[in-house]
């Protein structure tokens, strides 16, 4: 039976989703072409009536995944951690053991990233697309912007963010089944640095750190009348 356009089109669009979701899942390595069509519900010839070779499926696969906003993780906080909004909430849910645990339905930069430094090439080129994206986005989120674009101290914020957030996720699987304690410890780590307040509770903490406080002074001073 002959196959409709429209039919063709969601042939491709299954494709494309179900090489993002496990690519991003078990690496580039680690997935066939047999995987994909599989897991789309379709043969194995199939793949190719809609793509050139495995690199081009690739290439859109990736940048299909690196669609990927972090609000689809609203709602994905650690369990325990109260209720949060805006910038705290999305960091929160980022360093989630939910986002952890489910890769294949996360963030394609900590899941693809050292692959595509190693392919380099094309495969480079769309991560490195992605990236400025996501960064251009997080910076306006840093910002209070709902469009136009970001101030450089925010984008240089959000570069510092980002790369932890990346790094922290990918630490945190990394250990997951070896150490989950460790793993765990990491996002509680991070999550709490990067959604403490910075400015108001700074020279308490200092004063902390040191072993003095105001109310030492004054006892000293009391003592010494």
């Known amino acids: 039976m002959k196959v409709t356009k429209a039919q063709s089109a969601e042939n491709r669009q299954g494709i494309l989703d179900a090489a ?5 899942e078990r690496g580039l390595s680690g997935v066939g072409v047999a995987d994909i069509t599989r897991d789309a519900g379709l043969t194995h010839g199939g793949l190719y009536r809609h793509f050139e070779n495995k690199d081009a499926l690739v290439r859109e696969a990736c940048a299909r995944a690196l669609e990927w906003s972090m609000a689809s993780l609203d709602g994905m906080c650690a369990p325990g951690d109260p209720a949060q909004t805006g910038l705290a909430a999305k960091v929160s849910n980022y360093l989630s053991p ?3 645990d ?4 996360g963030c394609a930069v900590a899941a693809l990233a050292v692959d595509a430094a190693r392919a380099g090439g ?5 991560l490195s697309q992605g990236i400025e994206r996501n960064i251009e986005r997080f910076a306006r989120l840093v910002e209070g ?3 136009g674009h ?15 957030m990346v790094g922290g996720l990918v630490l945190a699987r990394a250990t997951v089944a070896a150490n989950p304690a460790l793993s765990d410890e990491i996002l509680t780590t991070l999550r709490e640095h990067l959604t403490a307040p910075t400015e108001a509770a700074a020279p308490q903490s200092r004063q902390r750190r040191s072993g003095v406080t105001r109310q030492d002074h004054a006892s000293g001073k009391a003592a010494r009348k």
């Open 145 to 147: 912007l709902e469009k």
């Open 20 to 24: 993002a979701r496990l690519y991003r």
């Open 150 to 164: 970001p101030s450089p101290e925010s984008r240089t914020q959000a570069m510092h963010m980002l790369a932890t």
């Open 102 to 105: 489910h890769p294949g339905e």
């Open 98 to 100: 939910q986002h952890r």
């Open 122 to 126: 094309g495969l480079s080129e769309v």
